[in-house]
């Protein structure tokens, strides 16, 4: 089995900054994509941004020049440095692994998701 557990949520003001952090483990042989993607109440899951193995990355518009993911592949993480949040940030935040088991079979894997609220 394969677990993705997240942490670094919480509650901050606007214009705050927070770092969210997801780390894989498990019968892991290597993991292709990593990403966060984000819900907020009444609305379907949506991509926030993406990092492939070799480093390329991908944002959603609303949250490109505020947010930087990174990952570290030896360590099987994967972190969110979110920064000049806004209101409209406000969701459960979700790490997603695109994982090679020891098997050779490829699965998506979800973590248990960590809240974000941006309030004053």
């Known amino acids: 089995q394969v677990q993705l557990v997240e942490s670094g949520g919480g509650l901050v003001q606007p214009g705050g900054s927070l770092r969210l952090s997801c780390a894989a483990s498990?019968?892991?042989?290597?993991?292709?994509?990593m990403g966060w993607y984000r819900q907020a109440p009444g609305k379907e899951r949506e991509l926030v941004a993406t990092i492939t193995g070799y480093g390329t990355t991908t944002y959603a518009g609303s949250v490109r020049g505020r947010f930087t993911i990174s990952r570290d592949n030896a360590k099987n993480t994967v972190n969110l440095q979110m920064n000049s949040l806004k209101p409209e940030d406000t969701a459960v935040y979700y790490c997603n692994g695109r994982v090679r088991i020891l098997t050779g079979a490829v699965y998506s894997y979800w973590g248990q998701g960590t809240q974000v609220t941006v309030s004053s």
């Open positions: 498990g019968s892991i042989s290597s993991i292709s994509a």
